[in-house]
């Protein structure tokens, strides 16, 4: 034990004094303020042992004698004052135990309570990733659609550049051949000029007609 802490037992030995009689000089409010507990017994601080030796300093020997005459025609309820003591030092201690054990559950609530937090913020960013990689995948389908629309608009452009050059070569066929004709033609009527007038005989018996 500690030099500057004693046990009740301690003191009234060192006084020659019983714990009952120790018991009996001290109150409430002293104990409160001298008295602690260690393990399962009481110890009495520095400045309580000083206010404890100068209560019992002007005791004579008489009254220490009527004093422990006094314990032991009590002796029964004083070992059973003692015994309650440490049934209710038992008792607190198990108290103070039970209260330690429900600050511990409590601690490790709020640290459940805080794991959960972080899971269910886990979730959220990753449902939010998993929203961000849908919307990115229906705008690549959009895009690819829109190429392919392009794509499809371009290619007609391409085919009609084709059909109208298709067009001006037919039509500068047709020129051709209308030049072609024409030259045939004037052809044909110069050698109709060429050829000489043909007069028909009249039988002799149309003559005076």
Not at 67 to 92: G, M, P, Y
Not at 190 to 199: L, N, S, W, Y
């Amino acid at each position: 034990m500690s030099d500057n802490l004693k046990t009740i037992k301690e003191l009234a030995d060192e006084l020659g004094v019983s714990k009952t009689a120790i018991n009996k000089k001290v109150t409430d409010r002293e104990r409160k303020l001298w008295f602690s507990k260690i393990g399962n017994k009481f110890v009495i601080n520095e400045d309580g042992q000083k206010s404890i030796k100068r209560m019992f300093e002007g005791l004579t020997e008489n009254q220490e004698s009527q004093t422990e005459n006094l314990e032991q025609k009590q002796n029964s309820q004083t070992e059973n004052f003692r015994n309650n003591n440490e049934s209710n030092a038992d008792i607190k201690y198990i108290l103070d135990i039970i209260e330690y054990q429900k600050e511990q559950i409590k601690d490790l609530q709020n640290t459940k309570d805080e794991q959960f937090k972080q899971l269910s913020n886990m979730q959220n960013l990753l449902d939010q990733q998993q929203r961000l990689a849908l919307q990115d995948k229906k705008l690549l389908e959009e895009y690819k659609s829109e190429i392919n629309e392009l794509k499809a608009l371009k290619m007609p452009q391409e085919d009609m550049k084709d059909d109208s050059l298709i067009r001006g070569e037919a039509q500068e066929e047709i020129v051709r051949l209308k030049a072609q004709l024409k030259l045939s033609e004037e052809e044909r009527n110069k050698a109709k000029e060429k050829e000489p007038v043909k007069t028909e005989s009249k039988k002799w018996w149309q003559l005076w007609k």
